[in-house]
């Protein structure tokens, strides 16, 4: 757990130090990061935002080619979301089916809640796919939903890739222009978690607004 931890607080560091030792391979380690991130369930704790914002400082100091790091992450990110969306579609609904018999997670995946995220999706999938990339484990789980729920595949398949490109341009952008101001270089660690706290503050609003909405009704 440790390490995990240090690899999320320094992976400037650690990012630098795969690119001495690995050369050329840290475009493919970077791929296979990004794309399981998007693209299993199973991994939403892989560094998503910090890891973008990692590459793009890197970048700057001619370390990596800032286009082949934008280019190979946005891939990642569009391949990882469409693996997603397809694993959710071909067994989404039956895992919400199996789930139905058993009363642990009855409640949260039963046929019902499947049937509300296809209507969510129908009206605001575009939405939730494109903001859904900025949300540290939330943009994880979002394609398989919208798999399940059987969201139109041209309607995801667009919104997907403009949603992964705008946040590998903001997020390698924003580590190529700011990355290397002492004052985040030299407090990466609190940069790192700062990025998670402001990437996951539109959730905890809305979590706040719906709960403010039950008490109310």
Same mark, same amino acid.
Request: glycine fraction near 8%.
């Given at each position: 757990?440790?390490?995990?931890?240090?690899?999320?607080?320094?992976?400037? !560091? =650690?990012?630098?130090?795969?690119?001495?030792?690995? $050369?050329?391979?840290?475009?493919?380690?970077?791929?296979?990061?990004?794309?399981?991130? !998007?693209?299993?369930?199973?991994?939403?704790? &892989? +560094?998503?935002?910090?890891?973008?914002?990692?590459?793009?400082?890197?970048?700057?100091?001619?370390? @990596?080619?800032?286009?082949? %790091?934008?280019? &190979?992450?946005?891939?990642?990110? /569009? &391949?990882?979301?469409?693996?997603?969306?397809?694993?959710?579609?071909?067994? $989404? +609904?039956?895992?919400?089916?199996?789930?139905?018999?058993?009363?642990?997670?009855?409640?949260?995946?039963?046929?019902? =809640?499947?049937?509300?995220? =296809?209507?969510?999706?129908?009206?605001?999938?575009?939405?939730?796919?494109?903001?859904?990339?900025?949300?540290?484990?939330?943009?994880?789980?979002?394609?398989?939903?919208?798999?399940?729920?059987? @969201?139109?595949?041209?309607?995801?398949?667009?919104?997907?890739?403009? $949603?992964? %490109?705008?946040?590998?341009?903001?997020?390698?952008?924003?580590?190529?222009?700011?990355?290397?101001? +002492? /004052?985040?270089?030299?407090?990466?660690?609190?940069?790192?978690?700062?990025?998670?706290?402001?990437?996951?503050?539109?959730?905890?609003?809305?979590?706040?607004?719906?709960?403010?909405?039950?008490?109310?009704?």
């Amino acid at each position: 757990m440790e390490t995990v931890v240090d690899l999320f607080l320094h992976l400037d !560091t =650690h990012l630098a130090t795969f690119v001495a030792d690995y $050369g050329v391979w840290v475009y493919g380690i970077l791929f296979a990061i990004i794309f399981a991130e !998007t693209g299993f369930v199973v991994t939403p704790f &892989l +560094p998503g935002d910090s890891l973008l914002f990692a590459a793009g400082a890197l970048a700057a100091t001619g370390a @990596m080619d800032i286009t082949l %790091v934008f280019v &190979l992450i946005a891939a990642a990110a /569009i &391949l990882g979301n469409t693996a997603n969306y397809a694993i959710g579609r071909a067994i $989404g +609904p039956r895992v919400f089916a199996a789930r139905d018999a058993q009363s642990v997670m009855h409640r949260l995946l039963n046929r019902q =809640h499947l049937d509300r995220a =296809h209507a969510f999706f129908e009206k605001y999938g575009p939405m939730a796919v494109v903001s859904s990339r900025f949300a540290p484990i939330i943009r994880t789980f979002v394609p398989f939903v919208a798999g399940a729920a059987a @969201m139109n595949a041209s309607t995801f398949v667009f919104y997907n890739i403009a $949603g992964g %490109v705008l946040w590998t341009a903001v997020c390698v952008g924003a580590g190529y222009a700011f990355g290397n101001v +002492p /004052i985040v270089k030299d407090n990466f660690s609190i940069v790192a978690i700062g990025i998670v706290a402001v990437s996951m503050l539109p959730m905890a609003i809305e979590i706040l607004r719906h709960r403010r909405r039950e008490r109310i009704s």
